[in-house]
């Protein structure tokens, strides 16, 4: 059994995609995090960085007590080694998926990411912050778009832990003001993943959450302007820029 501590982000997605792919048992502890659930002294014993998902395995590989992982990407790769699924074993293969999986976390994630707090919750517009993130978003578009061309998946004909990443924060699209026709190979792609039954079944695990505000007034106060200085630490709450 996998307890996931979850809220239905791309982030959240992504783990919600693995595990209904693999087949894994799971739990969902909801983190909801405009409501400052990430700076619960529970969740911050073995998710430091004070964000959602993180994940405790009952049942790890080597038989010991249960493995504490944060960090989606972190995660990801967690469960992959675990099952021996959609992480290939050969040194090739793996280097390649591991390559897409940090873009994905150190690209394609943190820019769409800027691209929604600037163009949908800043409190002031500013055009070049707007400009900046959404050029950067369609950039990153087009290095997906040149990847998946002549392949089916992100890595090549088989899905992966880098498409179960990737796809989430595609989703969107339509907030992070892309047009998702001007990349076919990514459209096509999208589309594929998007039929699949383990992403209809992941998404649907999110719905009962999805329904509540991602965002409220009162929960800006919490998800942005944290810094060094007033860091949450067990028994206190502040603010952050969970996703």
């Known amino acids: 059994m996998i307890e996931l501590y979850y809220w239905p982000t791309p982030n959240g997605h992504k783990i919600t995609m693995f595990l209904e792919e693999a087949g894994l048992p799971y739990e969902i502890h909801p983190v909801d995090i405009s409501a400052g659930d990430q700076f619960k002294p529970d969740f911050l014993a073995f998710s430091p960085n004070n964000r959602m998902p993180a994940i405790i395995d009952r049942e790890p590989a080597d038989g010991g007590e249960p493995i504490t992982v944060f960090e989606s990407g972190a995660i990801l790769v967690y469960l992959a080694e675990k099952t021996g699924k959609f992480l290939p074993r050969d040194i090739r293969g793996r280097k390649t998926v591991l390559e897409w999986l940090f873009w994905q976390v150190g690209g394609l994630g943190p820019m769409a990411g800027q691209n929604h707090h600037f163009g949908l919750y800043a409190p002031e517009k500013l055009p070049y912050a707007i400009s900046r993130y959404v050029n950067e978003t369609n ?105």
Not at 211 to 239: C, H, M, S, Y
Request: glycine fraction near 6%; charge should be positive.
């Open 139 to 243: 950039r990153l578009y087009g290095v997906l778009d040149r990847r998946l061309e002549g392949r089916s998946f992100i890595a090549g004909d088989e899905l992966s832990i880098a498409d179960m990443a990737c796809y989430p924060w595609i989703v969107p699209w339509k907030r992070q003001q892309q047009d998702l026709s001007a990349f076919p190979n990514v459209e096509r792609w999208f589309k594929a993943i998007a039929e699949r039954d383990a992403t209809h079944r992941a998404y649907a695990r999110g719905e009962p959450y999805a329904a509540r505000p991602a965002v409220t007034k009162d929960g800006k106060k919490i998800l942005f302007g944290q810094n060094a200085a007033n860091t949450a630490q067990p028994g206190e709450r502040t603010a952050d820029n969970s996703r």
